[in-house]
């Protein structure tokens, strides 16, 4: 009969004692950070209290709050500036799946806004330069915007307005495309829909089908249509 020594099983048995609390170190902390951050998200106050303190980091004002980030959030107004470019819009509202963002990908089923302003810089007429690097618009997740209302916009740059009465539609922008279907963009004199995809890489290939209506004047004969 072969005795097994002791020392080296006794060991062992330590060496899996030690590595079981490890393990159950790190599942306790790990669901410790999923339920404060789910109780951050799930009540208002958290809610507002993260929104609040990422949007100081990123130079954003914040009007009044409503709902928290599990639902969604209405703002009462939100700004930004930075040098010559500056934004305000009004009566934000948007509802998204959080979960989403473990598969990489933002799901947001609405986003509205209305009296929306957009300050832009002004032009500069300046050459491009010869060895010029277009950019990719590719992003880290994927992003679905399922339907988008945007309301009275105003966009400015320098003594040029362009007034926009409505935006609307979807959007989804995956790795390699941004696709719409039925974006429409409407003001008082013309209105535009598209639906199909741009590259975001270049030469950012374009494939889409418009349809578009010019209101020059009262009469029938001043309105035109085209696609």
Do not use: C
Not at 57 to 67: E, S
Not at 77 to 85: G, R
Not at 136 to 154: E, G, H, M, Y
Not at 194 to 218: E, I, T
């Amino acid at each position: 009969m072969k005795l097994v020594p002791i020392k080296p099983v006794w060991l062992k048995l330590k060496a899996l004692s030690r590595l079981k609390k490890i393990l159950l170190s790190i599942f306790l902390s790990f669901s410790f950070v999923i339920a404060l951050l789910t109780s951050l998200m799930v009540t208002q106050v958290g809610s507002h209290w993260v929104v609040r303190t990422l949007a100081d980091k990123a130079n954003v004002q914040l009007g009044a709050l409503q709902g928290n980030l599990i639902t969604g959030l209405d703002i009462a107004n939100v700004d930004f500036k930075k040098d010559e470019l500056s934004l305000h819009a009004e009566k934000v509202s948007f509802r998204w799946q959080p979960l989403g963002l473990f598969y990489t990908a933002v799901s947001v089923q609405s986003l509205s806004a209305e009296n929306i302003k957009i300050h832009l810089p002004p032009s500069k007429n300046e050459p491009d330069p010869e060895n010029y690097q277009w950019p990719s618009l590719a992003q880290p997740v994927r992003v679905k915007l399922q339907s988008f209302n945007l309301r009275n916009i105003n966009i400015y740059q320098g003594d040029t307005l362009i007034p926009i009465t409505a935006l609307q539609g979807n959007l989804s922008l995956g790795t390699f495309h941004l696709r719409t279907s039925d974006l429409k963009l409407t003001n008082s004199q013309a209105s535009l829909q598209l639906n199909g995809s741009m590259g975001l890489r270049y030469p950012y290939d374009l494939d889409l089908d418009s349809q578009w209506v010019f209101n020059n004047g009262v009469k029938a004969s001043d309105k035109y249509v085209g696609q």
